[in-house]
């Protein structure tokens, strides 16, 4: 995406998960990003969430608007994040989910944490928690 506008970027994240979902049919899939991909992510979940069988945002910056999406999404976040507003984006996620019953949010969150792990031993468990999560679909 790094020609792209924002508008761009996010048709060619839809028309990828378009392909691949018709390529690889009926696989589960799934979208995962990491800081300021997440926007991204949002918006296109917001205008295409077909075929998605859930998301996963690794310290999601927010995209400005609340997730409207209607999958299952887990987000990770850090308590001392410098870039995204920890107890507003909690919040932000909390009220998102409560306005949608469709918009299942799960928060894994880590109290020594900033906008990326630090701690190894913190890194293995988010990747434990995501491999479990995707283990639900």
Same mark, same amino acid.
């Given at each position: 995406?790094?020609?792209?506008?924002? =508008? +761009?970027?996010?048709?060619?994240?839809?028309?990828?998960?378009?392909?691949?979902?018709?390529?690889?049919?009926?696989? @589960?899939?799934?979208?995962?990003?990491?800081?300021?991909?997440?926007?991204?992510m949002e918006q296109a979940l917001s205008l295409d969430n077909h075929n998605?069988?859930?998301?996963?945002?690794?310290?999601?910056?927010?995209?400005?608007?609340? =997730?409207?999406?209607?999958?299952?999404?887990?987000?990770?976040?850090?308590?001392?994040?410098? @870039?995204?507003?920890f107890c507003d984006r909690i919040e932000e996620l909390k009220y998102a989910?409560?306005?949608?019953?469709e918009n299942n949010v799960e928060l894994l969150t880590y109290e020594n +944490?900033?906008?990326?792990?630090?701690?190894? +031993?913190?890194?293995?468990?988010?990747?434990?928690?995501?491999?479990?999560?995707?283990?639900?679909?």
């Amino acid at each position: 995406f790094y020609n792209y506008d924002y =508008p +761009e970027a996010v048709s060619d994240v839809v028309a990828w998960k378009n392909y691949l979902s018709e390529l690889y049919q009926p696989s @589960r899939l799934f979208y995962l990003t990491y800081s300021s991909g997440n926007p991204i992510m949002e918006q296109a979940l917001s205008l295409d969430n077909h075929n998605l069988t859930a998301s996963i945002s690794y310290f999601g910056i927010p995209s400005g608007s609340l =997730p409207t999406h209607k999958i299952p999404s887990l987000y990770i976040l850090g308590k001392y994040d410098d @870039r995204v507003k920890f107890c507003d984006r909690i919040e932000e996620l909390k009220y998102a989910s409560k306005m949608n019953a469709e918009n299942n949010v799960e928060l894994l969150t880590y109290e020594n +944490e900033g906008h990326f792990f630090k701690k190894t +031993e913190n890194l293995q468990n988010s990747i434990q928690k995501v491999i479990q999560y995707l283990g639900k679909f």
